[in-house]
């Protein structure tokens, strides 16, 4: 899952007494023959009752859980005790933007390459958390393929087709495209019933560059690129262009969040984990629906690893857990949980999972449509060493324009470039 994260500073500069209680891998010994695992993850992983059902499978095992309210709580206590050689957990759940500095310091984690592990995850999701003499340094928990999630009372207000099928033959069905998800926001927006199409231009613009493989880094060199990329620059151009169909929010701010009670936009651009959130802020709103289309067939926006740190005092057990959490079964009762869809292929493949309908969504059947938008993945991003600054940074710089309106486009783009300049 992905959720928003503020830029933080260099690992040697995070203060060691930024380590939130509780977090460090368990020194308790072996006494009667039982032990105690620390796990850490944020915001909302579906483990609760895994855990204790874990529990109950190994009684010689009790399980703490430190459950970081953020990703951005996560990854700063995360730094800190990386860089202060002790702190983590036994097991730590890390969001995938986190995996390029995983692999930059391979020692500091276990390898979990394993036979009873080969196969689970398709070769796209596993890429990212390997090293390039073949580590595998995390256990995939959840991917984030994207739906349409569209308000179908304001879709006919607007005078469009309301059925989740009419509305994926409305956005180019299997082959949709960019220009087709525009061309469907100027019909809404000529309406002029009031609310925008879509509700923020840089989670646009986000999600179509996560569809290409090369845009920030050279992977040959690691190299900052993006400010030279020409798919970018249009990418840019484009959601910067059609300003006229944005809400001019930004996710997770407050008034995003009030704005789904209040009709300010039509259509979202969802990861599985998003239909969550729209449930929550949408309480009581009635008319949320799932289309099973997508600008370009698929993208993968978010999910999430457990790793195991060399701190760990208990690395075998540690693993147990985490190969135990990503096994199919576990996954499927996450999914159930929370809407994290697995990442796990055979669990994608359940018969179970197909059925999956959520009736908030006009009993929408969510895990078909999520498995369908899953197989339409072919690419992610490559992800070097400065992604996360990189896309913070290109996001900033869509929210200057959109949300801000403090720049022009040109003067925000050129901003964005300069401040490459830094992290180089």
């Known amino acids: 899952m992905r959720f928003p994260r503020r830029s933080l500073a260099v690992l040697a500069a995070v203060a060691l007494t930024a380590l939130a209680a509780g977090c460090g891998s368990s020194d308790e010994g072996s006494t009667d023959g039982k032990i105690t695992l620390n796990i850490s993850t944020f915001s909302e992983w579906g483990y609760g009752d895994l855990l204790k059902e874990y529990q109950k499978l190994h009684p010689e095992i009790t399980i703490k859980h430190n459950r970081f309210a953020t990703s951005d709580e996560a990854k700063e ?66 991917i984030g393929p994207q739906t349409i999630a569209y308000r179908a009372d304001l879709f006919k207000a607007a005078g469009l087709p309301t059925d989740r099928k009419a509305v994926a033959e409305l956005f180019g069905g299997d082959d949709a495209t960019w220009d087709d998800f525009f061309a469907v926001g100027e019909k809404f927006m000529a309406a002029k019933t009031g609310p925008a199409f879509y509700d923020a231009s840089a989670s646009v613009a986000t999600s179509w560059a996560d569809q290409y493989e090369v845009l920030w880094e050279d992977p040959k060199t690691d190299d900052i690129i993006a400010g030279e990329n020409k798919d970018l620059r249009n990418i840019y151009d484009t959601v910067t262009s059609h300003e006229d169909l944005s809400a001019h929010l930004a996710r997770f701010s407050e008034d995003w969040v009030s704005a789904f009670q209040k009709d300010k936009f039509a259509v979202m651009l969802a990861p599985s984990w998003m239909l969550g959130v729209i449930k929550g802020n949408a309480a009581g709103v009635k008319g949320w629906d799932v289309a099973d289309v997508y600008p370009n067939g698929g993208v993968n926006s978010g999910g999430s690893y457990l790793t195991v740190p060399t701190q760990s005092k208990h690395p075998k057990e540690a693993q147990a857990l985490a190969e135990w959490l990503t096994a199919p079964e576990q996954q499927l009762k996450a999914f159930k949980a929370t809407g994290n869809f697995p990442s796990q292929v055979e669990a994608q493949k359940s018969p179970e999972l197909q059925k999956v309908t959520d009736p908030f969504f006009n009993d929408a059947p969510v895990g078909k449509f999520l498995t369908a938008r899953a197989s339409a993945i072919k690419t992610i991003p490559y992800k070097g060493e400065n992604y996360f600054a990189i896309t913070a940074a290109f996001n900033d710089a869509i929210n200057r324009v959109s949300v801000d309106k403090t720049h022009s486009a040109k003067e925000s783009w050129d901003m964005f470039v300069d401040g490459l300049d830094a992290l180089k």
């Open 77 to 142: 206590q995360f730094q800190t005790a990386l860089g202060a050689g002790s702190g983590l957990a036994d097991v730590v759940g890390v969001d995938n933007s986190w995996m390029p500095q995983i692999r930059k310091y391979p020692d500091n984690f276990v390898d979990l390459s394993s036979p009873k592990v080969e196969g689970r995850w398709k070769d796209w999701t596993t890429k990212l958390a390997t090293t390039d003499d073949g580590k595998l340094l995390g256990y995939a928990t959840d």
